[in-house]
Nanobody, 123 residues
Framework: QVQLVESGGGEVQAGGSLRLSCAAS????????MGWFRQAPGKEREFVAA???????YYADSVKGRFTISRDNAENTVYLQMNSLKPEDTAVYYC?????????????????WGQGTQVTVSS
């Protein structure tokens, strides 16, 4: 079965950095766009970033210039490098996989989800 396993979360001070990883198995990774979403307490899940099969990337305005998404098809892994972190970035971060060649930005466009990893940014 398909599994997406996130890692790399933790607690960091404002201005710091974290790198999240998401290891995928049970699917043909190169055929999927991969995305990162986050959900803060009491808030709805929101789109953070995604990378298409073609390696084209796109981001939410709130993280543009601070976060970088990348993928390694040989390792079936997607990464999210997060720099200049702010307390408002605190959330559970989820990776997700969307089959095909579109520009998936909403949760219901994604087929598979990981369990999430907590990121906490203290001021």
């Amino acid at each position: 079965q398909v599994q997406l396993v996130e890692s790399g979360g933790g607690e960091v001070q404002a201005g710091g950095s974290l790198r999240l990883s998401c290891a995928a198995s049970g699917l043909t990774f190169k055929n999927y766009a991969m995305g990162w979403f986050r959900q803060a307490p009491g808030k709805e899940r929101e789109f953070v970033a995604a990378i298409r099969r073609s390696y084209i990337t796109y981001y939410a305005d709130s993280v543009k210039g601070r976060f970088t998404i990348s993928r390694d098809n040989a390792e079936n892994t997607v990464y999210l490098q997060m720099n200049s972190l702010k307390p408002e970035d605190t959330a559970v971060y989820y990776c997700a996989a969307a089959y095909g060649s579109g520009w998936p930005r909403t949760g219901n466009e994604y087929d598979y989800w990981g369990q999430g990893t907590q990121v906490t940014v203290s001021s």
